[in-house]
C-alpha cells in the first residue's frame, strides 16, 4: 500500500483522489464515486452466504437481489448488499477524509 494512502476499510484505501484496492492497488474509483470501476454481480438473495430465514417477497414489494461489488483485478468483495433491484443508488458509504 502506498504510503501516502489513507486505510477507509479493510479492502480499500484512498490515494489522493483515487480509491484504490490494498491488495492488488488497482483504481476502483474516486472520491466522488468510490465504486466506478467495480464489477457488479447480482444473483437471488437465496445465494447468499447467510440464513435468510424467510422469501425476501414476504417482507418487501419490490423485487430484490444479492449484489455485490468486486475488485475487478482481485474479485475481492468491495461491498455485499441485500437490495431492491431497482434500487442503484444504495451506496452506503460516503467518503468524507478531514484534510489538515
Ligand atoms: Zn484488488
Known amino acids: ?7 477507509l476499510d479493510d479492502n480499500l484505501c484512498l490515494v489522493t483522489d483515487e480509491v484504490r ?10 472520491r466522488t464515486d ?8 447480482e444473483r437471488p438473495v437465496e445465494q447468499a452466504q ?9 417482507f418487501v414489494d419490490a423485487p430484490t437481489a444479492f449484489r455485490q461489488a468486486l475488485c475487478p483485478t482481485c474479485l475481492t468483495a468491495l461491498l455485499t448488499e441485500v ?10 458509504k460516503r467518503i468524507e ?4
Open 83 to 92: 437490495v431492491a433491484i431497482a434500487d442503484a443508488g444504495s451506496r452506503s
Open 21 to 30: 484496492c490494498v491488495h492488488c492497488d488497482t483504481r476502483v474509483g474516486t
Open 50 to 58: 447467510v440464513r435468510v430465514p424467510a422469501p425476501p417477497q414476504l
Open 1 to 7: 500500500m502506498n504510503h501516502n494512502a489513507v486505510r
Open 34 to 41: 468510490w465504486l466506478a470501476r467495480a464489477l457488479f454481480v
Open 97 to 100: 477524509v478531514n484534510e489538515p
